[in-house]
């Protein structure tokens, strides 16, 4: 997190938002701040979304989630033919100004939904656990999975890479062992 807002900082932003410039040309102004640093404060000051990036992106959200209809920012992003990350960055803009807001998380990334107009916000969901990760990325099973399985299921996702590091068999260990195993089964005969 950054350094606090300070009050001269603050009326400067707001000068530069009744101003014709944009939010990007002014970042050098504002040292230790990043371009969605000040769109961020300009939203939690109440002002519009001003950059010219950020602002048909931000008209674009608008228009999807008129229709009442909660969508997820990969949703919004289809339909709009913009970058997901960049619906995400204006969508939560969007929130902090009120004019939207997150109805629940779902799905395995959990994912934040939004719906137009003002509203309570749902709670973010605690993070994953480890375990949890590490059975998302290479079990693709359900949670309740031991680790046996686990460790299985990396062992089959490594060996589906055709990895060139995946340790493979010396032909003369495994003649070896082969004729241990023969010669053994003759005495046992």
């Given at each position: 997190m950054g350094a606090k807002w300070t009050e001269d900082e603050d009326s400067r932003l707001t000068a530069l938002w009744a101003s014709n410039r944009t939010a990007k040309s002014a970042v050098p102004e504002f040292p230790g701040r990043t371009f969605e640093a000040l769109l961020k404060r300009a939203a939690h000051l109440g002002l519009d979304p001003k950059s010219q990036s950020e602002a048909p992106t931000v008209q674009k959200i608008r228009e999807c989630l008129k229709d009442g209809k909660a969508r997820t920012a990969a949703e919004i992003s289809a339909e709009t033919g913009t970058d997901a990350h960049r619906i995400r960055i204006c969508a939560y803009l969007m929130v902090d100004a009120c004019e939207i807001h997150v109805e629940s998380y779902d799905g395995p990334?959990?994912?934040?939904?939004?719906?137009?107009?003002?509203?309570?916000?749902?709670?973010?969901?605690e993070p994953l656990t480890e375990k949890e990760r590490r059975l998302r990325h290479f079990a693709k099973v359900e949670l309740e999975v031991d680790d046996e399985e686990?460790?299985?299921?990396?062992?089959?996702?490594?060996?589906?890479?055709?990895?060139?590091?995946?340790?493979?068999?010396?032909?003369?260990?495994?003649?070896?062992?082969?004729?241990?195993?023969?010669?053994?089964?003759?005495?046992?005969?």
């Open positions: 990334y959990r994912a934040a939904i939004f719906v137009y107009g003002p509203g309570e916000n749902a709670t973010k969901p686990v460790e299985r299921a990396k062992d089959e996702a490594h060996r589906d890479r055709n990895c060139a590091w995946w340790p493979k068999a010396d032909l003369v260990v495994v003649n070896a062992f082969r004729a241990m195993v023969a010669n053994g089964m003759r005495e046992a005969a």
